[in-house]
C-alpha cells in the first residue's frame, strides 16, 4: 500500500525517504545499500523497511 | 582520569559526548549506577511525553484507505513537543485538506499552534487519485510513551558498558587471524575510541596483540535518538526531571 | 503516588506504592540499598496473572533503632540528590 510511516521495529520515522529511495533504487539503477547510507537509514530494522516494501495504492486505485 | 567506581553515594558524574547532533547522540556517563541508568533509559522510552494526533474527525475521504488507516498514518508522525510548554492530556487541533490527483504529506498538516507542527514533512500519508480527497481535522494530544508507542520520544535508546582495552602481549601466529569484534566505545589509557574507527574488529588496531577487555564498572555510552520531536539534551533532561519528579514525591508523600 | 503500608514491625516495612513501575522502583530499591542502617530492601511488581495484585509492594529491612520510613525518606532524598548532579553533570557537557 503506502510507505510505513515508521520503522516497526524502533519507531524512527523512515516514510520521507520513500520517494528519493524509489527514484534512486527501485526504478533508477543505483545500488540500494549506497542509496540507504546515503539517506541515513542505518539499521537494518529501518533499511528492510524500505528494501522490503511494495506501492500497490495504484493497484487498488480502481476499486474504490 | 580515574575510572575506577568511587563511593556512589557522592559520586561526582561526568558526561562525555563522543558523538553529537540534535537528534541523535552519544555519551559516556561515569559514575551512574546500572539500576539508575536503566532508570533513565527506561524515562526516556516510556515517560517523557510527546504530542501525536489521537483523534481524528473524517470531512471527507475518498481515498483507497479506510479512515482508521489514515488515523494511524497521522498518529505516527512526529510533532515538535517543546519540553514544559504543555500539560499531559492538553491538545492542539490539527487540520489537513489535500484533493487529487496529488499526494498527502505529513507538511500538509496545518497545525493551529507554532509550538507543535510536524517534524518531518516529506511522509507520503496517502496517494490521492482524479476526483479523491482527504479532508481530517485531527487533535494532538500530549501523551506518554506507556500508553502508545505514538507518544514515545526516544528512539532506540541503550546504553553500553565501556570497555577498557589494553595490551598484554604479543600473540602466536595462529591466533592473530582470528577476527575480535567488538561493538560499542573503547578506552585506551583514558583515550575514547568508537569501535566504528576500526570497523569494529580489534584485531585491525591492535595486530598480533593478545589484549584484555575488561567492563568499566560504572562507566556506560548512552546512544540516544529521538523522532524529532525535541532535541537528546531536551530528551534526557526531561527523562532526569521525570525521575527526580517522582522521587521528590515519595519523600513528600512519607513525610505525611 | 499514593502509599499504602501493607505491614508494620519495629524495623520491617512493606508499602505499596501505587502507579509506580521498574523505572523508579529499581532506582528506588538501589537508592534504599546505599542508605545507612538498611539492611535489606526490595520490590515486588507482582504481575498481574498472579492474582490481581499489579501495584509494586516496596519491603525495608533496618537496623535496631532505626525507623524504616525515616530511611525511606532519606532513599528518596538522595535520588534527588544524584538527580541534580547527573543534571548539572551533563548539562556542563552539552554546554561545551
Not at chain 1, 519507531?11 to 545500488?31: C, L, N, P, T
Not at chain 3, 525507623?67 to 543534571?87: F, Q, S
Request: glycine letters at 8%; a negative charge; hydrophobic letters at 40%.
Amino acid at each position: 500500500m503506502m510507505i510505513p510511516v515508521r520503522c516497526f521495529t524502533c519507531g524512527s520515522v523512515v516514510g520521507q525517504h520513500w520517494e528519493d529511495f524509489k527514484a534512486r533504487a527501485v526504478e533508477g539503477e543505483e545500488d540500494p545499500g549506497a542509496v540507504l547510507d546515503d539517506l541515513g537509514v542505518g539499521r537494518h530494522c529501518c533499511r528492510r523497511m524500505m528494501v522490503s516494501h511494495t506501492d500497490l495504492v495504484d493497484i487498488v486505485a480502481p476499486y474504490q | 582520569m580515574s575510572t575506577e567506581p568511587n563511593s556512589v553515594a557522592d559520586a561526582e558524574y561526568d558526561v562525555t559526548f563522543i558523538e553529537r547532533g540534535p537528534e541523535r547522540a552519544r555519551f559516556l556517563i561515569r559514575g551512574i549506577t546500572p539500576a539508575f541508568a536503566n532508570g533513565i533509559r527506561r524515562a526516556m522510552v516510556a515517560d517523557v511525553p510527546t504530542m501525536a494526533i489521537d483523534t481524528v474527525r473524517v470531512v471527507e475521504n475518498s481515498s483507497v484507505m479506510f479512515d482508521e488507516q489514515i488515523g494511524l498514518r497521522l498518529g505516527l508522525v512526529p510533532l515538535s513537543t517543546p519540553p514544559g510548554e504543555f500539560e499531559v492530556g492538553e491538545s492542539v487541533t490539527l487540520s489537513l485538506d489535500v484533493s487529487g490527483p496529488d499526494t498527502a504529506y505529513s507538511g500538509d498538516l496545518v497545525s493551529a499552534e507554532d509550538l507543535v507542527q510536524p517534524t518531518v514533512d516529506g511522509v507520503p500519508i496517502i496517494d490521492l487519485k482524479e476526483d479523491q480527497r482527504l479532508e481530517v481535522e485531527a487533535e494532538a494530544v500530549l501523551g506518554r510513551g506507556e500508553s502508545h508507542a505514538k507518544h514515545q520520544g526516544g528512539i532506540a535508546v541503550g546504553y553500553r558498558h565501556l570497555q577498557r582495552v589494553e595490551e598484554v602481549g604479543d600473540l602466536d601466529a595462529y591466533d592473530a587471524e582470528e577476527s575480535h569484534v567488538l561493538r560499542g566505545v573503547i578506552e585506551e589509557d583514558g583515550e575514547l575510541i568508537a569501535t566504528e574507527e576500526f570497523d569494529h574488529d580489534l584485531r585491525e588496531r591492535y595486530p598480533g596483540k593478545e589484549l584484555a577487555v575488561e567492563d568499566v564498572p560504572d562507566a556506560f555510552v548512552f546512544h540516544v535518538e529521538t523522532d524529532g520531536s525535541m532535541t537528546v539534551e531536551e530528551l534526557v533532561s526531561e527523562a532526569i526531571g521525570s525521575l527526580e519528579a517522582r522521587a521528590a514525591e515519595l519523600r513528600e508523600a512519607v513525610q505525611l | 503516588m499514593e502509599l499504602r503500608v501493607t505491614e508494620r514491625q519495629d524495623n520491617e516495612l512493606s508499602i505499596e506504592i501505587a502507579g509506580e513501575n521498574h523505572t523508579f522502583m529499581n532506582v528506588l530499591k538501589e537508592s534504599l540499598l546505599e542508605t545507612e542502617d538498611v539492611t535489606a530492601a526490595t520490590y515486588d511488581m507482582n504481575p498481574e496473572q498472579s492474582g490481581g495484585q499489579t501495584e509494586p509492594i516496596l519491603t525495608i529491612k533496618t537496623e535496631e533503632g532505626v525507623d524504616t520510613l525515616d530511611a525511606l525518606e532519606d532513599a528518596a532524598g538522595a535520588i534527588t540528590e544524584k538527580t541534580t548532579n547527573l543534571r548539572n553533570a551533563f548539562e556542563t557537557a552539552a554546554a561545551a
